[in-house]
């Protein structure tokens, strides 16, 4: 390995962080300049997560380090743990591997572990998908992780501006899009054999699903600072999907402070209820979610792929809740709170509608190439201060 090779550590912990990362991977790869390290972490080992960690290394990414940063119970006090022990991990890991430069994508607290490591060991910290207003916990951390970090590569305009006006040079900010969007742009969205045959039967549940048919997409992930309203707000929207005659792909939630109360809710209903139009999966490869996704007649819940990749593909969409309630959206989604008509009465009226036209808010399919063109170029400055 050349000396002069720049080391870029980009840290992943769970699937939607591969899908947000994995163009500019490609190219940090294949570019000579670089020598790509990939440390993978948190829900992105764990296998009822999905083990995105395999994922990654089929693509033929090599992981330098995988860190079993997660404390079990899934509530607040582990969430506080597990981003202690992360700090504690990633410590060690840096000083292992010496990166140039660690990037860190969005808003998860493993996200601000390895954003505060990084600024205490001087390395030059690189953050994605600043900027963004939704609401949560998450925007909390995203903010705190802006102000850590030496560059910027928001994905909207509007993020952009919200970037600078936190005081950041905007020198050093970048609307470059969503890196997801760039795999959008370079496959085939088409449902084909290989893909019924592996995920048909895939999951647990009464359903075989049929994708030669219409179907929903649910995820749902829990909201931290709502804590204790988890197991209603997983109630309502079950309720409004029991009631639907359409097969439903509902895919568990992630790691966050609560997933253990959305899961045993979503048990229960499997046992009691064992309702024959819903199977519930784990993980799909970020192309294969995209395919997913696409051939969908509606998203339902609060993620964020319903508004980001949804917006561009120009899927239907309900997002339910606060989690994603403020962030920058398309036509294609409708807002509503935890509540079982208004929630059924969204979803009837997404699946009467048709494709929404393409909206490219989150960028146009080039993301990764601007992001590593602009590293190379990088000046790895660690000195900060207000640009106001």
Known sequence: MSKNKKKVCVVINNRANYARIKSVLIEIKKDKRFQLQIIVGSSGLIGRFGSVVEVIKKDGFKVDFELYTLVEGENLETMAKSTGL????????????????????????????????????????????????????????????????????????????????????????????????DLIEKKNLKINNIFKKKYSTYGVGELEINFNKPYIVVLQHPVTTEYKKVKEHIKETAKALLKLDIQVIWLWPNVDAGSNHVSKTLRRIREIKRPKNIIWQKNYTPEDYLKLIYNSQCIVGNS?????????????????????????NGSNVINVIYNEHKILKAIKKQLKASKFNKNTLYGKGDAGKKIVRIISKANLNIIKKLNY
């Open 304 to 328: 964020s792929s319903a508004i980001r990749e949804g917006s561009y593909l120009g899927i239907p969409a309900v997002n339910i809740g606060e989690r994603q309630r403020f962030r920058e």
């Open 86 to 181: 992360s700090i504690v991990e990633y410590t060690s890991a840096f000083k292992k591997l010496k990166p140039n430069m660690v990037i860190v994508i969005a808003d998860r607290y493993e996200t601000l572990a390895a954003a505060v490591t990084a600024s205490y060991m001087n390395i030059f910290l690189i953050h994605t998908q600043g900027g963004e207003i939704t609401g949560s916990i998450d925007e909390s951390v995203r903010h705190a992780t802006t102000k850590l970090a030496h560059l910027h590569f928001p994905a909207t305009k509007i993020a952009a501006q919200n970037v600078i006006k936190m005081g950041e040079d905007p020198k050093n900010v970048f609307n470059v899009g969503c890196p997801s969007m």
